[in-house]
């Protein structure tokens, strides 16, 4: 069981004010990915999962090489590299980052990039890309943080 805080980031002209709203709570001990490679979406994993749900449609989806995770609209994928790893997020298309380079996590969308602790990944700094986007919630960060460490040992 893990406990990881959310924030919120809202940007009021020049300056930027960050606000916990909430907690994500990691009350399981089992964690379920799936590994989108293998998977032809048959349902079988459901017989064997030791968790309730479908693996298949709602456990994260990992790909292992970038021309799978090229070729869906949705997925996980895990860049490892000698310097840097990163964990990249494809929703509908769009990709979001979590990078972990010496003591921080760096988050990066299309929206905003973030610095989070490597150690309890609180929020450090916030930078908006987008100058339409006032506010945003790293929930999906805080998700991202979860599986980067679930998703190490894969590659």
Same mark, same amino acid.
């Given at each position: 069981?893990?406990?990881?805080?959310?924030?919120?980031?809202?940007?009021?002209?020049?300056?930027?004010?960050?606000?916990?709203?909430?907690?994500?709570?990691?009350?399981?001990?089992?964690?379920?990915?799936?590994?989108?490679?293998?998977?032809?979406?048959?349902?079988?994993?459901?017989?064997?999962?030791?968790?309730?749900?479908?693996?298949?449609?709602?456990?994260?989806?990992?790909?292992?090489?970038?021309?799978?995770?090229?070729?869906?609209?949705?997925?996980?994928?895990?860049?490892?590299?000698?310097?840097?790893?990163?964990?990249?997020? @494809?929703?509908?298309?769009?990709?979001?980052?979590?990078? #972990? !380079?010496?003591? $921080? =996590?760096?988050? +990066? %969308? /299309? *929206?905003? @990039?973030?610095?989070?602790?490597?150690?309890?990944?609180? #929020? !450090?700094?916030? $930078? =908006?890309?987008? +100058? %339409? /986007? *006032?506010?945003?919630?790293?929930?999906?960060?805080?998700?991202?943080?979860?599986?980067?460490?679930?998703?190490?040992?894969?590659?």
């Amino acid at each position: 069981p893990k406990s990881i805080n959310i924030y919120k980031a809202i940007k009021n002209s020049d300056k930027i004010n960050i606000e916990k709203t909430g907690v994500l709570n990691l009350t399981q001990k089992t964690q379920i990915l799936n590994i989108g490679d293998f998977c032809n979406e048959c349902g079988n994993c459901t017989t064997f999962c030791p968790t309730n749900g479908k693996p298949f449609k709602d456990k994260p989806k990992f790909y292992l090489t970038e021309k799978s995770f090229n070729e869906v609209e949705n997925g996980f994928m895990l860049n490892k590299s000698q310097n840097i790893t990163v964990l990249l997020h @494809k929703t509908n298309y769009t990709i979001s980052s979590l990078s #972990l !380079k010496e003591s $921080e =996590f760096i988050y +990066e %969308n /299309i *929206n905003v @990039k973030a610095t989070f602790s490597k150690e309890n990944f609180d #929020l !450090k700094k916030v $930078e =908006f890309l987008n +100058e %339409n /986007i *006032n506010e945003f919630e790293f929930t999906k960060a805080a998700k991202m943080f979860v599986l980067f460490y679930a998703a190490g040992n894969l590659y």
